[in-house]
């Protein structure tokens, strides 16, 4: 397998454009019939969008005209009985808001006439008649080629809802009532009301019974509790975890029971009011209604486009209608483009989870009629966009995830409605308080200004509060629980309660800046040749005592959040750097585990216990990494930080390799024993020491003493766990990790036996071995192996805490990944609040704390807890390090870097920068340069074909073939919105040159 460059050069017979319809139609005496007849025609479609853009910035400038108004409201009495037939049984149908806004609703339903009868028939001989010569063009050997280019936009929206279509309702797209979203408080007078719609639910039925000037209903009523109870008894409802599609808003998933193909929940109104992360019930929608995808990673939300997954294309054919002119022929249009959407009623199909003849997939759809529990926090960081004329300000979150929202000019500052422009910049934050089900936007208030969008601290309280990061100072009555006497020394009555460390060579190895240390080390070589290790860790529970405010705050934070520039602690200060943290040459209580090992790491002996040590040395895993690589050397006083004189350097030296010896045993047993790690690449950086800015950024190197002191931290875990499920069998606090997707494992193991990878997909163990063995034998080894192992990071499922007196089957407990049995936290208790837990059942089996309190019932809430805030603070992290990059970029770039293909999609493809350790994705239309690209997919194997323009007009383009490993060279460049970046594609000769 290698990683080819492939630029070549290809004669390139370039097709000339064909409309989608040919055939000529008779001509019509009605001049609306004539327009929707041939509304599919390429230059029609062009008109019907620059007609919708120009009506779109007519309205928002100076709104609907009184001529439009009327004229848009006879339009819509004279159509409405033609059009509502064609509705019925289709997908909802959207209208555009006078701004530019796409809102969303229910069709407003009315009786169909008999000449409306008709009229449909003949539209839906016609749909298939086109459908089939779209089916036939599309089908033939090399297709079209599709142009990169797009047409210059002159207002381009921030948000994507300017852009792409929100599922809705509009009897027609130009009515005015449909200008302007809801107002926050009460309904705007000046805002005509549409009429009652006819396509309720039926929770909903008789609310809209005035008629004219009724409110429509957007979205369905909420189920009751009780029917829902009832629901997800009889196997009816669905419950699982809402996500919604970061790149594709309109796509969101839920699990599926089975742990097959998730369920896909399509637009907004199906999501019914729920946001990312949200615990909700769904049900599954008639399986003619059921998505029809062309492979299995469309069913993830992989394909990023409406074309069909074989294209081609030199350039741009066709405009899709604008919604504001014509909505009842949006859906058909999108159906037949996608071609993974049909109507597929009537049609023999097998068994969900099997292909069909042609390779098409079908998926399950569902919709949201309850949520369980709202997740999200309902807040977002955003801009702020005035409307004149109008009571609030409508809110664009930068999440595009997050609905708009409305919220009232109170909120906004004083001179906002007077000088709008001088807030473009400004971000800030706001909480969602309410979404009615007659509403497409949601209603908020301002919680606070955060200041100029593109800074590092605005744009880093943003992610905080917008991920629900406690970063308040601890409240006086929370540091009342802290010892009040300061130096504070152990009490003389808990020292001989506790196991007297002080003399033992006892050292601690972290990360250079660490503040909170909260695990140590000890090793020493008995007679018999033999080892007495020893973990060591902080007994936060001493000072965190179970129901006071401290323990409340820190249950409440769960862990401690790790930023670029800072960390945001679960504990005070007080606990978390002095108190707690194993400082060297200071007393420390501490819980410890020590064990007799053999040289091999075989456990002997073991002991667990309260004790009290004093670090002799504080090391960094360089310090360490040093006297690995150094057997022999006598390292001086000034090589290393200040040691303890009771332990010589040369001791603590041997100790290190001693543990570094018997750890790369326990490693090698381990890995033999079949556990798995997928290591990925993490950037961290270099900050100016005064303005906290990146002054570089290097690739985080794991080395052998990270990986000595990850094997004991590991064995501690293992052993406590083991430890206090004996004692407490249903109220043990545990950690398991589920298998991968099976699924998605064997759709990766086809994916890897096409690319001829030589991969064992089936346990943990052998996924190990497979990816230690070496790709190829040159410079870029390791860069597939890093795009595999993020291939195989997808069908991962992550790990969670859980209490074994709720999860029943003991087989369930295990952890995938260590491929263990038992598995549990214990060795991080000042940055988690799980391991605070542990320690507590520990102290309660040994008899040296007080009994546990907790119920089964309350262990397990605070799990779950735990896990939600783990995941926020696992993305918080991440949000942190891709903002300080984009600064980077911003300061130092552009940037280059050699790249490779991760995966390849219809449209994009998706690269790993070498250099730097970020993933990005680079979209065909978005390249300089190209004439056009082409999609090509055999099996699971996806590739994309770019033609270069020529640089001589006698030349022919320059052919370049995109797959998975393919390297190529890009170039980082820093985008107009604030901190945002892209990777630019360079020309293949430009790369080799």
């Keep these: 397998m290698d990683s080819p460059r492939k630029a070549k050069k290809a004669n390139v017979n370039r097709e000339p454009k064909h409309s989608q319809n040919q055939s000529s139609r008779p001509p019509q005496k009605d001049a609306y019939a004539r327009l929707l007849s041939q509304h599919r025609s390429s230059k029609f479609s062009m008109y019907l969008e620059q007609y919708a853009k120009d009506s779109s910035s007519q309205r928002e400038d100076n709104g609907p005209s009184p001529q439009l108004k009327a004229q848009s409201d006879r339009d819509c009495e004279r159509r409405h009985g033609v059009f509502d037939g064609q509705r019925r049984g289709q997908r909802r149908d959207t209208a555009t808001s006078h701004d530019g806004d796409v809102e969303s609703g229910e069709e407003l339903g009315s009786s169909k006439s008999n000449d409306a009868k008709k009229h449909q028939k003949q539209q839906r001989k016609n749909k298939d008649s086109n459908r089939d010569v779209d089916s036939k063009e599309t089908d033939q050997p090399g297709g079209r080629l599709q142009s990169p280019k797009k047409s210059k936009k002159k207002n381009l929206p921030k948000h994507p809802e300017d852009e792409k279509i929100r599922e809705g309702t509009s009897k027609c797209g130009v009515d005015s009532q449909m200008s302007s979203p809801k107002p926050p408080h009460g309904r705007d007078k000046n805002v005509k009301q549409p009429r009652a719609s006819s396509a309720n639910s039926p929770a909903d039925k008789g609310k809209n019974k005035g008629g004219r000037g009724s409110k429509k209903q957007v979205f369905d009523a909420y189920m009751t509790s009780e029917e829902v109870s009832h629901g997800l008894k009889r196997g009816e409802l669905i419950q699982g975890q809402l996500r919604i599609n970061p790149k594709k808003y309109n796509e969101a998933f839920v699990p599926s029971p089975d742990d097959t193909r998730d369920i896909f929940l399509d637009g907004i109104v199906a999501r019914n009011r729920a946001l990312n992360g949200d ?34 294309a030199t350039k741009k054919t066709k405009s899709t209608p604008s919604s504001a002119v014509i909505v009842e022929e949006q859906c058909s249009d999108r159906d037949e483009q996608n071609n993974k959407y049909q109507n597929i009623s009537g049609e023999r199909l097998g068994e969900p989870s099997t292909p069909r003849s042609n390779g098409e997939i079908l998926q399950k759809t569902a919709k949201v009629v309850y949520i369980v529990e709202k997740k999200h926090s309902r807040a977002a960081t955003g801009f702020l966009k005035h409307l004149p004329d109008k009571p609030f300000a409508l809110f664009s979150p930068v999440d595009h995830r997050v609905p708009r929202i409305n919220v009232p000019l109170a909120d906004c500052p004083e001179d906002f409605s007077s000088r709008p422009g001088d807030y473009n910049n400004t971000l800030f934050i706001c909480r969602i308080t309410d979404w009615a089900a007659d509403s497409n936007f949601a209603e908020g208030r301002l919680a606070k200004s955060l200041g100029q969008a593109g800074e590092i601290e605005p744009e880093t309280e943003g ?136 040289p091999e790491g075989k456990i002997l002996n073991e002991w667990f216990g309260r004790s009290i040590i004093r670090s ?50 326990l490693r090698a047993q381990r890995f033999l024993g079949g556990a798995l790690r997928l290591d990925q690449l993490k950037l961290s950086f270099t900050l100016d020491k005064e303005t906290m800015m990146p002054q570089g950024c290097y690739i985080y190197q794991y080395r052998d003493s990270n990986k000595l002191v990850e094997e004991f931290m590991l064995l501690a875990n293992i052993a406590t766990a083991n430890h206090i499920y004996r004692k407490f069998p249903e109220l043990a606090l545990l950690r398991r990790h589920p298998p991968p997707k099976a699924k998605m494992m064997d759709e990766l193991q086809e994916l890897c036996d096409q690319l001829g990878i ?50 029943k089957e003991e087989q369930n407990f295990k952890h995938y990944a260590l491929n263990v049995p038992l598995y549990t936290h214990f060795t991080s208790p000042i940055r988690r609040y799980a391991d605070i837990i542990v320690h507590r059942l520990l102290a309660s089996s040994l008899k040296c704390g007080p009994r546990i309190s907790l119920s089964t019932e309350e262990v397990e809430k605070q799990a779950s807890h735990c896990n ?71 099996g699971k194997k996806s590739e994309l074909t770019l033609l270069w323009t020529a640089e001589a007009p006698e030349d022919p383009p320059v052919e370049q073939v995109i797959s998975v490993f393919t390297l190529v060279e890009v170039q980082l460049k820093s985008d107009d919105a604030p901190l945002k970046y892209s990777a630019v594609l360079k020309r293949p000769e430009d790369s080799a040159s």
């Design 463 to 598: 992610i905080l509060i917008e991920y629900e990061v406690d970063f308040s100072e601890f409240s006086d009555e929370v540091l009342d629980c802290l010892p009040k006497n300061l130096p504070w020394t152990i009490p003389p009555e808990e020292m001989r309660k506790r196991k007297d460390l002080r003399n033992e060579c006892i050292f601690t190895i972290d990360p250079a800046t660490a503040r909170d240390l909260d695990d140590a080390l000890s090793c020493k070589q008995l007679p018999d040749g033999n080892f007495e290790v020893g973990v060591h860790i902080a007994d936060v529970s001493y000072f965190v005592e179970e129901g006071n405010s401290l323990d409340v705050i820190a249950s409440q934070r769960a862990t401690s959040v790790y930023l670029v520039q800072k960390v945001i602690p679960m504990l005070p200060r007080l606990l978390c750097e002095e108190l707690c943290s194993l400082n060297p040459l200071v007393d420390r209580l501490t819980f410890s585990v020590i064990w007799t090992l053999t």
């Design 279 to 312: 615990i909700v019930v769904v049900q599954v929608l008639p399986r003619e209604q059921w998505k029809v995808v062309r492979s299995d990673t469309d069913c993830e939300g992989a394909s990023e486009s409406d074309t069909p997954t074989v294209q081609t």
């Design 868 to 938: 939600d805030k783990k995941a926020l603070s696992k993305r918080v992290q991440e949000l942190s390090s891709e903002l300080f990059f984009g600064v980077f970029v911003k300061e130092s770039g552009p940037l280059d870097s050699e790249a490779m293909v991760m995966g390849v999609l219809d449209q994009s493809f998706d690269v790993l920068v070498l250099r730097y350790g970020v993933q990005k994705r680079i979209y065909c239309k978005s390249i300089t340069g190209l004439d056009a690209f082409r999609h090509r997919k055999v």
């Design 758 to 807: 030589k991969i064992d997909l089936s346990s943990a163990g052998l996924l190990h071995k497979s990816l230690n063995t070496a790709f190829g034998d040159d410079e870029y080894t390791s860069a597939r192996k890093e795009v595999l192992t993020h291939m195989c990071s997808r069908p991962m499922q992550m790990a969670l805490y859980f209490c074994t007196g709720v999860v």
């Design 616 to 665: 002799c040395v504080k090391l960094s895993y360089d310090h360490a990494q040093s006297m690995i690589e150094a057997p022999e050397k006598m390292f001086s006083a000034e090589e290393l930080p200040p040691v303890d004189p009771m332990h010589p350097i040369d001791e603590v030296h041997q100790a290190v390799l001693n543990l570094h010896a018997i750890a790369k045993n």
